[in-house]
């Protein structure tokens, strides 16, 4: 029987959260070896165990996979959330690469300069109204289904709903008018694997601090 995944990452959301979400959602237990230190991504490195040098790095059946839309793919896939045919797969790879836009604004906001981190913010939520949940509500509104893709549970339902947590922290008032965003957040919230990770205590990660925000610079050498 082949081991739980191992994610290999520094102790904060960044680019690993889309998959512990995914492996949470399917229900997959996982461990977490995090990088403390510049020295412990060195030693990754210097092991080559990193292919292109970066992390996140997930130990899976086997593999040491790296890229993050590779291990989502991977995970997608192996867990039956990937559609149930190549059409299916389409809309799901245009909706998440939609989402990873979005995603990357918001994630990327704490390394904003503070003189332009108002001007940012007012970005992230002008995009969000009026070009990138408009998108996700006509979806569901065109279908009238309970999910986004072929009306079964996808990582496209699983990716949106990890999105409109961060919207909500931005803003909550950015989702008042998205009453099918609403509902397919709750839909999916009250999953009981995701229902367990929104839980107090599980390995869902909380926004970054200044100080964990500090101590990622140094792990990655970040000026």
């Not at 790296?66 to 991977?74: M, W």
């Not at 509104?141 to 949106?160: F, M, P, T």
Request: proline share 6%; with cysteine; charged share 30%.
């Amino acid at each position: 029987m082949a081991g739980k995944p191992k994610l290999h990452y520094f102790n904060g959301r960044g680019r690993m959260e889309s998959i512990r979400w995914l492996l949470a959602s399917a229900g997959v237990e996982f461990e977490e070896k995090f990088i403390d230190t510049p020295e412990d991504l060195d030693k990754l490195k210097n092991d080559g165990h990193l292919m292109f040098l970066q992390v996140p790095m997930v130990e899976i059946d086997g593999m040491k996979m790296v890229q993050t839309r590779a291990i989502l793919n991977y995970i997608a896939t192996k867990y039956n959330l990937y559609g149930k045919d190549i059409k299916e797969r389409a809309l799901i790879d245009m909706y998440t690469e939609g989402m990873a836009d979005l995603n990357d604004m918001i994630l990327m906001l704490p390394m904003c300069p503070p003189d332009q981190k108002e001007a940012k913010i007012a970005q992230i939520k002008e995009k969000t109204t009026n070009r990138y949940l408009p998108v996700f509500e006509k979806v569901l509104k065109s279908h009238g289904q309970d999910y986004l893709v072929g009306n079964r549970l996808s990582r496209a339902d699983i990716q949106l709903v990890e999105l409109l947590y961060y919207v909500e922290e931005v803003d909550p008032s950015l989702m008042a008018n998205f009453p099918l965003l609403k509902a397919l957040k709750t839909r999916v919230s009250n999953l009981p694997t995701v229902k367990k990770f929104l839980q107090p205590g599980s390995q869902r990660k909380p926004p970054i601090s200044e100080e964990s925000l500090e101590k990622a610079k140094k792990i990655f050498r970040i000026q």
